[in-house]
T-cell receptor, first 106, second 114 residues
């Protein structure tokens, strides 16, 4: 059974802080890793993807991949109240983790 | 920007009835997916579809579910005899053939079984 695990939270951070979201996966053959954001009542939307070990930055978002340890993380710098949402991790077979609910408090 | 479209946005049906949820994936995408999200719960994978056949399905996708690509544009999910517990948001998604291609989601169909 291929598993994608996320710390379900909820995670609460003050505005301007760094939010750190983590995800582990069981299938060592996984090659592509995706972070999606889902606002309540809406469909998931892609934030970024990563497939090479190391860091990948896009604006305030940084994805980190460590294939040896089978984890992928998402850092959100300078968190804003508009970042409050559920963050979903997915691997290349397109199964999702349970999601981490993030609340950014003004 | 091309998008995945789903119809209807909300479907109400009585228990035991058949429903068909419709999706139009992005035109040059070759992989198609259905997901289910019960209110307040996780996004659950149902089925993936490629080259006119199911490529993978979850344990949720039992005999009451079926998928079809009846023409070159539509991708449908049929639930044969709905149960109360089928009430959920159903998302269709598609992606391109290339490695590392992400999913593009439709806005979802909210199914309410009474």
């Amino acid at each position: 059974q291929k598993e994608v695990e996320q710390n379900s939270g909820p995670l609460s951070v003050p505005e301007g802080a760094i939010a750190s979201l983590n995800c582990t996966y069981s299938d060592r053959g996984s090659q592509s890793f995706f972070w999606y954001r889902q606002y309540s009542g809406k469909s998931p939307e892609l934030i970024m993807f990563i497939y090479s070990n190391g860091d990948k930055e896009d604006g305030r978002f940084t994805a980190q991949l460590n294939k040896a340890s089978q984890y992928v993380s998402l850092l959100i710098r300078d968190s804003q109240p508009s970042d409050s949402a559920t963050y979903l991790c997915a691997v290349n077979d397109m199964r999702f983790g349970a999601g981490t609910r993030l609340t950014v408090k003004p | 920007e091309p998008e995945v479209t789903q119809t209807p946005s909300h479907q109400v049906t009585q228990m035991g009835q058949e429903v068909i949820l419709r999706c139009v994936p992005i035109s040059n995408h070759l992989y198609f997916y259905w997901y289910r999200q019960i209110l307040g719960q996780k996004v659950e994978f149902l089925v993936s579809f490629y080259n006119n056949e199911i490529s993978e399905k979850s344990e949720i996708f039992d005999d009451q579910f079926s998928v079809e690509r009846p023409d070159g544009s539509n991708f449908t999910l049929k639930i044969r005899s709905t149960k109360l517990e089928d009430s959920a948001m159903y998302f269709c998604a598609s992606r391109a053939l290339e490695t590392h291609s992400p999913l593009h989601f439709g806005n979802g169909t909210r199914l309410t079984v009474t």
